[in-house]
Each structure stands twice: as structure tokens, then as C-alpha cells.
């Protein structure tokens, strides 16, 4: 949360429910993609897009260096993201699972 807004943390929680249902309303890669792309900043979006490509690294277990070499993200990035598959909140792993994630880079 920002530190200067006005907002309860109850208003900060009926915000984010608000984001979190007009996401799964969403019915396809098409609307997804349009609404993250007026979402987000292209730079905001990238930055998403890049993460989620570090989780597809992580998970073939390729070293943080390669993973930097092959996206350009920051070691620190990578770092926080696989902290986060490890130890966050489930969010990644749920999303791996159901969408199993393909192994397109094996090669590298």
C-alpha cells in the first residue's frame, strides 16, 4: 500500500477484492491480455511478463545467472521471485499447476 493514502486497511482489502474479481471475470487470453494492457504501464506489464518467465526458469532449475543472461532481469529479481515460489503465499505454484507451465526452454 502507498503510505501517504487516506484508505483503512478494510477499504485497501474491498480494493484489491474489486482488482481480484475483474480479473477472474475475465474469460479468456484476449480479454486478459486487453485488460493488463490498459491496466498497466507497458513497463508495469513487462515487468510481470518477465517474473512469470523467471518461474518458468526456476522451475527447470537453471542457475540465477543463466536465468539473468536469458531475460535480462536482475539477479535480485530473480532471486525474490524464487523466494516467493518457495515460501510466498502459494500464488505461483497454484498457477503452475493449473496451467502447467510448458517446458519451452529446455534446450538452453
Known amino acids: 500500500m502507498k ?6 486497511e478494510r477499504q485497501q482489502h ?13 474469460r479468456n487470453r484476449d480479454e486478459c491480455r486487453n485488460f493488463f494492457k490498459d491496466l498497466c504501464t507497458p513497463a ?4 510481470l511478463v518477465d517474473r512469470w518467465q523467471v518461474v518458468e526458469y526456476l522451475e527447470q532449475d ?4 543463466k536465468i539473468h543472461d536469458l531475460t535480462g532481469v536482475s539477479v ?3 532471486g525474490r521471485v524464487a523466494r516467493f515460489l518457495s515460501d510466498g503465499f502459494g500464488g505461483y505454484r497454484t498457477a503452475i499447476e ?3 507451465l510448458p517446458e ?3 534446450s538452453h
Open 3 to 8: 503510505p501517504n493514502r487516506n484508505e483503512s
Open 62 to 65: 537453471l542457475p540465477y545467472r
Open 104 to 106: 519451452r526452454h529446455t
Open 44 to 47: 508495469e506489464l513487462q515487468a
Open 14 to 26: 474491498d480494493a484489491e477484492d474489486a482488482l481480484f474479481e475483474a480479473v477472474i471475470s475475465l
Open 76 to 78: 535480485t529479481t530473480i
Open 98 to 100: 493449473r496451467t502447467r
